[in-house]
Every structure is written in structure tokens, then in C-alpha cells.
């Protein structure tokens, strides 16, 4: 599919919205905001069969586009923030085009595909065009929890840190004595410590032993893993 004129030059400029120590505020970012919006149409028009998450993340992070910090995967806090954003305005743009009857759009992790517009489906039953401008996807939690910038704001490193720990805690399998011998050896470590200290010590040895600060890449994954296991059963 050939590009307007509009939409190859919004496609050469790019911004990056996202950068490391650079807070959003929606107020003051309106426009970038609306050029993602323009960014995120342009691309699943072109690209029918859609997109994972993280293949539009990384699409995102690239020339000419640029709209996030090439670390957005590698920090807890701004991966939130580039997801959160993102789906907030996936989240924009399915709502414009349902009110619009121009087409629907699927949105998960693992599959973003613009579709055909399917009269049938609850929004349209709605006729009110005021209550269409006023009120988001009451029926849809996640359209609620994304429209809402108060959760991108509010959210702190703490935060994105409880709701990894949760998330570990749910999957966490029983794990042998001797795995645990391991990881605490792995940490330099004899006894289990409180998560605080656990997560200094983690950073410490993280410092030292990063690939990109001279470290053995190994034994960087050993201490990773080590502390994974270690923080599913430390408070």
C-alpha cells in the first residue's frame, strides 16, 4: 500500500515520547500522542495480518518512527510505561474507528490486527452519539483501565515490582533444597535475606558482573535466575 504525502512525512519525523528519565504527561504531550495514534493507523492498514506486542514495541523503537527508548525492554518501570502508553492509544484508536463504522481492531499481547467493522457488536448497538463522545468501553475492563492516564502516571517502580513479584508468585513452582543451596551461592550469599537487602545485593552483583561493564555474561544469567528464586519465597 502507497503512503499519502501526510503520512510519509509523519513516518520520516518520529518522536521519541519515551526516554529514560523523561516523565510523560499527557497534557503537555497531546500532539506526539496524536502522531502515534496516526503512526499506529498508517501501520496495521499496511500490515493486515497484525502485529504481537513486542514486534510492534520494536517496530516502535526503530527509524523513522522512534516514538520509544531503545531500553524500553530493558528497564521494569519504562517497559510499563511504552506498554501502558501503547495500549492506551490502541485503546483510542479502536474506540475513534467503532464510533466512526470503519472497522474494528483486535488487541491483545500476542495478536494487534485491524479488522472489518461488525455491526453486530455491542458498541454499535448503542445509538446515542453523546453517550458514544462521553463514555469509553464500559464493558471492556481493560478499555476502562487503559483509557485511564491516571494508571500510567500514578504507577511507580515499587509498583511495576509488586505486580512482577505477583505475577512470579502465581507461577512459582516448589523448589528443591538444593536449588535453593544454589542460588544463594550464586548470590554470595549463606542465608536467606529480607527482599530489601536481597534486591541491594542483587544490584551489587549486577554492577559487577554485567556483560556491558566486562562481566562474565554466564555467570550475570546464574545471579538473575538465583535471585528470581530466591525472591519467590522472600518478603
Not at 510492534?56 to 516514538?67: A, G, K, V
Amino acid at each position: 500500500m502507497c503512503r499519502n504525502n501526510d503520512e510519509e512525512a509523519l513516518a520520516q519525523k518520529g518522536i521519541a515520547i519515551n526516554q529514560p528519565n523523561r516523565p510523560l504527561e499527557k497534557n503537555n504531550n497531546e500532539e506526539q500522542i496524536t502522531e502515534l495514534l496516526d503512526v499506529l493507523a498508517v501501520l496495521l492498514d499496511e500490515t493486515p495480518q497484525g502485529f504481537s506486542e513486542h514486534q510492534l514495541l520494536t517496530l516502535l523503537q526503530q527509524p523513522p518512527h522512534t516514538f520509544f527508548s531503545r531500553d524500553a525492554m530493558r528497564d521494569p518501570l519504562i517497559l510499563f510505561q511504552s506498554h501502558f502508553l501503547l495500549f492506551h492509544c490502541l485503546y483510542l484508536l479502536r474506540q475513534s474507528w467503532q464510533t466512526n463504522q470503519q472497522a474494528n481492531l483486535t488487541i491483545s499481547a500476542l495478536n494487534i490486527q485491524k479488522c472489518a467493522f461488525n455491526s453486530s457488536s455491542p458498541f454499535e448497538a448503542i445509538k446515542s452519539d453523546s453517550y458514544k463522545r462521553t463514555n469509553p468501553i464500559l464493558s471492556d475492563p481493560l478499555a476502562q483501565y487503559y483509557l485511564d492516564w491516571s494508571h500510567f502516571s500514578s504507577t511507580t517502580s515499587d509498583d511495576v515490582d509488586e505486580l512482577l513479584n505477583g505475577f512470579w508468585k502465581k507461577m512459582r513452582i516448589p523448589q528443591q533444597q538444593e536449588e535453593v543451596q544454589q542460588a544463594l551461592m550464586f548470590m554470595e550469599l549463606e542465608n536467606p535475606i529480607p527482599l530489601p537487602e536481597l534486591k541491594v545485593q542483587y544490584r551489587r552483583l549486577a554492577q559487577r558482573y554485567h556483560p556491558d561493564k566486562g562481566g562474565d555474561s554466564e555467570h550475570f544469567k546464574n545471579i538473575c535466575q538465583a535471585f528470581h528464586q530466591l525472591k519467590q519465597n522472600t518478603r
